[in-house]
């Protein structure tokens, strides 16, 4: 596999669940990011991973727990989110936190019912 | 007032016609300019860097003008498959990373 993969490209869950976003990349970058595209709102920053140290949390609700193992995966644990997080999660990658020359991965498409 | 401003368009222009879009930056700290393109219900991806002595590949030219805060992009000969939404996006520092809302673009044949 090449370039940045997401699992599960589409999720639907209760307010009540818990849930994990993956993402991998297989590109050697050192740096990864969450972004969360709403509908008709610009992307936003939700967390920076630079050398599998967090960087940078953009005053994300605790209702989203980053984790970063390695340099290769990054995750999103979700739990007790509200219908207004409903939204394409976007994870990228770059090299040295050099963004945004970076790639993205295919979304997790997310509806919380 | 939002850090980075786009027209959202629509743009609907048709096949081979010139097209250009402006962005606009408040923050006079910026360092770095890039436009994205994402198709719809598809991930962003990287289009060009924009820099200050402007650059071109091949029917696409960015401009960045410092003085002004803004940037553009032209797109000449347009193909039906230059349809998308173009995201105008401005970096400073490793982690301050912000995207515009994006300019809909749309070729008509």
């Known amino acids: 596999e090449t370039g940045v993969t997401q699992t599960p490209r589409h999720l639907v869950m209760g307010m009540t669940n818990k849930k994990s976003l993956k993402c991998e990349q297989h590109?050697?970058?050192?740096?990864m990011y969450w972004y969360k595209q709403s509908a008709k709102k610009p992307l936003e920053l939700m967390f920076v991973y630079s050398l599998e140290e967090r960087v940078e949390n953009n005053s994300v609700p605790s209702r989203f727990s980053p984790e970063c193992p390695n340099s290769s995966h990054l995750f999103l644990h979700l739990h007790t989110l509200q219908p207004e997080d409903s939204a394409l999660y976007l994870c990228?990658?770059?090299?040295?936190?050099?963004?945004?020359?970076?790639?993205f991965g295919s979304g997790t498409r997310l509806t919380v019912v | 007032r939002k850090e980075v401003e786009q027209d959202p368009g629509p743009f609907n222009v048709p096949e081979g016609a010139t097209v250009a879009f402006n962005c606009t930056y408040s923050n006079s700290a910026s360092q770095s300019f890039f436009w994205y393109r994402q198709d719809c219900r598809k991930e962003p991806k990287l289009l060009m860097s924009v820099y200050s002595s402007g650059n071109e590949d091949g029917r696409f030219t960015a401009q960045l003008n410092r003085a002004s805060q803004y940037i553009s992009l032209l797109i000449r000969d347009s193909k039906l498959s230059d349809s998308a939404t173009y995201l105008c996006v401005v970096q400073r520092g490793a982690s301050k990373i912000i995207f515009g809302s994006g300019t809909r673009l749309s070729i008509r044949p």
């Open positions: 590109l050697g970058h050192n740096a």
């Open positions: 990228a990658s770059s090299q040295d936190g050099q963004g945004p020359g970076y790639t």
